[in-house]
């Protein structure tokens, strides 16, 4: 997760379907599993690096070293998807 990016809770939010509270709960109970980080770039890299990750970017970070999660069966430059 990025450090300091309300965007990215509200959007964890909305795909997890959980309030502000049940997500800083979901985050505490995971803490050795969650890492924070300071861009897109790292998110990039502890993903590429790391078996099993997954990291929310801004689109046009999204780069060769990692493989896009579809979201209802639709990627980030489809029209509708969620995390939008």
């Known amino acids: 997760m990025h450090s300091a ?3 990215e809770k ?3 939010e909305r795909l997890l ?3 502000d509270a ?3 709960s979901l ?5 050795n599993s969650v890492r924070m980080v300071a861009s897109d770039a790292e998110v990039l890299d502890l993903v590429a690096s ?3 990750a997954i990291g929310l970017v ?3 970070a999204i780069n060769g070293s990692i493989n896009v999660v579809k979201v209802d069966a639709k ?3 489809e029209a509708g998807y969620l995390p939008h």
């Open 5 to 7: 990016s309300s965007g």
């Open 10 to 12: 509200t959007t964890l």
């Open 17 to 19: 379907k959980v309030s």
């Open 22 to 24: 049940q997500l800083k």
């Open 27 to 31: 985050i505490a109970a995971h803490r």
């Open 50 to 52: 790391t078996p099993g």
């Open 58 to 60: 801004d689109v046009n």
């Open 75 to 77: 990627v980030p430059t």
